[in-house]
């Protein structure tokens, strides 16, 4: 990234207030350089289409809008040329959107980018994919009404005064498709290590806990590790972490994204995301 980054962001929700609050807490008055929201709504230098978001001329973009506007927008943010770092990494779940953001990718060169703080554990999930992993869980938890207007509540019941409830086990994809406000971290567990198909996915009700919680446990030739990630929520929005923001803006600022197009690649039991959609 050149000393002065020009960032722009897609949507401008809590992650998005949080992540241009604190550019201007570090005095960096010039950014965001755009802001694309829908038509109507403010937001910094906000733009309403994605032409006048490329014509912003950012050398990055941080989507925190959701699964559909990472549809809508990064395959032409990419084929532009320009690195998009994605919070919504659940998307990449659905082959069809995975190879077409893998195609976007190679043919305008820019790179598709997982922010490496979003997950305490990630580089390690890495570095031990090399060496090679056998399991990988993830455990998700959260209090009953962090999984409220989800499927959980088709599930079990979220009044239930039990301590804790486990309503999903499965793999990391099939946790993104049933709940993708809620899983993406455990596709980025996936991509870091042995795959979104082969990552066991706990999501669990429990009342042990007043803010989200996640755990990743691993074991193979490395050895083992667990990491326990207790994250405060966000003030305005229970289901994504305070910290998510934060790590958006400094893999933009810091360029210290991971290049989805080579997690999986260099190791005999891992796949990269655009392999996954080749053969689907």
Request: glycine share 12%; hydrophobic share 45%; net charge negative.
């Amino acid at each position: 990234m050149p000393a002065t980054t020009r960032i722009a962001m897609i949507g401008y929700g809590a992650i998005g207030m949080e992540i241009a609050g604190a550019l201007a807490r570090l005095g960096e008055a010039g950014n965001p350089v755009a802001t694309l929201v829908r038509p109507g709504r403010q937001a910094p230098r906000g733009v309403h289409d994605v032409e006048a978001l490329i014509a912003a001329r950012p050398d990055v973009v941080i989507e925190c809008a959701g699964h559909q506007a990472v549809r809508d927008y990064v395959p032409a943010l990419l084929d532009a040329g320009i690195d998009c770092i994605v919070s919504s990494i659940g998307v990449l779940a659905d082959p069809e959107m995975s190879g077409a953001l893998a195609a976007a990718e190679r043919d305008g060169g820019g790179q598709l980018l997982l922010p490496a703080g979003a997950i305490a554990g990630l580089d390690g999930l890495v570095a031990a994919a090399l060496a090679g992993i056998d399991t990988v869980t993830y455990t998700s938890y959260k209090p009953p009404y962090a999984w409220r207007g989800t499927l959980a509540e088709t599930v079990i019941d979220l009044d239930d005064p039990a301590s804790e409830q486990i309503f999903f086990e499965g793999s990391a994809r099939d946790a993104a498709a049933q709940y993708p406000k809620n899983a993406n971290v455990s596709v980025a567990v996936g991509l870091a290590g042995i795959g979104i198909d082969r990552t066991r996915v706990r999501l669990v009700s429990s009342r042990a806990v007043g803010d989200p919680m996640g755990v990743i446990e691993a074991e193979g030739a490395f050895g083992r590790f667990r990491f326990d990630i207790l994250a405060l929520a966000s003030r305005s929005n229970p289901k994504t972490s305070a910290l998510t923001g934060y790590s958006l803006l400094q893999c933009a600022r810091l360029g210290i994204g991971l290049p989805l197009a080579h997690l999986g690649m260099d190791h005999p039991t891992g796949r990269s995301y655009d392999s996954w959609s080749e053969d689907q």
